[in-house]
């Protein structure tokens, strides 16, 4: 008893870990308090969801990250749809054979050999920001009818307001606001290191800009990033029968994640 009462007058104003509202708040684990942003989006998009009874359908797994997280999570199947062959995207290679998987090569965005109503978890990271909106609002009709009644899933969209406040806010939303601060932890030649990279290359470390009045944004080869926007995505989402959890998980600064259910 003696040991609890000495809490009684530690802390003096309460002990404060740090601002618990803030994602890049500095706290008592210093260099060690900090996630990657696939990792944060993994422990709160998939780790919580997805189950030995979950039925997956991931849209655009490319080489299979994100499916090599479902899996580790002993998902009862996932079906893995993307436009490439998986001898393209060497899936197989990176994820390995798993009999649970089916791998479905798809032409078009109604997900053929994908079973209505089978789906108990949906997810797409990196996929519906390379696609015209119209192109997306044609996408949910298949995903809706795909999926079972309290299905729910992540979809992760491009929102140029959304990117383009990350950049304005560099000095909060980076690594710009850890070496410029006032934190002692930093080496100092490391921060004035990363400072002036910062200034006389930041075009080299920095996102590139987008606008919605350009018809071209991120452009590689033949592919570019298209302003689809939370608003009008949760709109398109509810009028196909989706209910919107959260418009925004906000587990990302620079792109908007929106968790939705089947009604």
Same mark, same amino acid.
């Given at each position: 008893?003696?040991?609890?009462?000495?809490?009684?007058?530690?802390?003096?104003?309460?002990?404060?870990?740090?601002?618990?509202?803030?994602?890049?708040?500095?706290?008592?684990?210093?260099?060690?308090?900090?996630?990657?942003?696939?990792?944060?989006?993994?422990?709160?998009?998939?780790?919580?969801?997805?189950?030995?009874?979950?039925?997956?359908?991931?849209?655009?797994?490319?080489?299979?990250?994100?499916?090599?997280?479902?899996?580790?999570?002993?998902?009862? +199947?996932?079906?893995?749809?993307?436009?490439?062959?998986?001898?393209?995207?060497?899936?197989?290679?990176?994820?390995?054979?798993?009999?649970?998987?089916?791998?479905?090569?798809?032409?078009?965005?109604?997900?053929?050999?994908?079973?209505?109503?089978?789906?108990?978890?949906?997810?797409?990271?990196?996929?519906?920001?390379?696609? +015209?909106?119209?192109?997306?609002?044609?996408?949910?009709?298949?995903?809706?009818? +795909?999926?079972?009644?309290?299905?729910?899933?992540?979809?992760?969209?491009?929102?140029?307001?959304?990117?383009?406040?990350?950049?304005?806010?560099?000095?909060?939303?980076?690594?710009?606001?850890?070496?410029?601060?006032?934190?002692?932890?930093?080496?100092?030649?490391?921060?004035?290191?990363?400072?002036?990279?910062?200034?006389?290359?930041?075009?080299?470390?920095?996102?590139?800009?987008?606008?919605?009045?350009?018809?071209?944004?991120?452009?590689?080869?033949?592919?570019?990033?298209?302003?689809?926007?939370?608003?009008?995505?949760?709109?398109?989402?509810?009028?196909?029968?989706?209910?919107?959890?959260?418009?925004?998980?906000?587990?990302?600064?620079?792109?908007?994640?929106?968790?939705?259910?089947?009604?």
């Amino acid at each position: 008893m003696s040991f609890l009462l000495a809490f009684k007058n530690a802390f003096p104003g309460g002990y404060f870990e740090g601002s618990t509202l803030d994602p890049m708040a500095p706290s008592s684990y210093g260099v060690y308090g900090y996630n990657s942003v696939l990792y944060t989006i993994y422990s709160a998009c998939i780790r919580p969801y997805v189950t030995p009874q979950t039925t997956v359908l991931e849209i655009g797994p490319g080489r299979g990250a994100w499916s090599k997280a479902i899996l580790h999570r002993n998902c009862r +199947k996932l079906y893995a749809v993307d436009v490439a062959d998986a001898t393209h995207t060497r899936f197989w290679e990176y994820v390995g054979k798993d009999l649970r998987v089916e791998y479905i090569a798809a032409e078009d965005l109604s997900l053929p050999g994908v079973p209505d109503e089978s789906i108990d978890f949906l997810f797409s990271f990196g996929v519906f920001c390379h696609l +015209k909106p119209e192109m997306c609002e044609e996408y949910l009709s298949s995903m809706h009818r +795909k999926m079972r009644s309290g299905g729910r899933g992540f979809l992760m969209i491009a929102d140029f307001d959304k990117y383009e406040a990350c950049r304005a806010n560099a000095e909060r939303t980076s690594l710009l606001r850890f070496f410029a601060g006032q934190s002692r932890k930093v080496w100092l030649p490391a921060k004035f290191g990363y400072l002036l990279a910062w200034r006389w290359f930041r075009q080299k470390i920095d996102l590139e800009p987008v606008s919605k009045s350009r018809e071209q944004n991120l452009w590689i080869g033949d592919f570019g990033w298209y302003h689809w926007g939370v608003d009008r995505a949760c709109v398109a989402m509810q009028r196909v029968g989706f209910e919107i959890i959260d418009s925004d998980v906000e587990v990302c600064h620079r792109d908007p994640v929106i968790h939705f259910r089947k009604r």
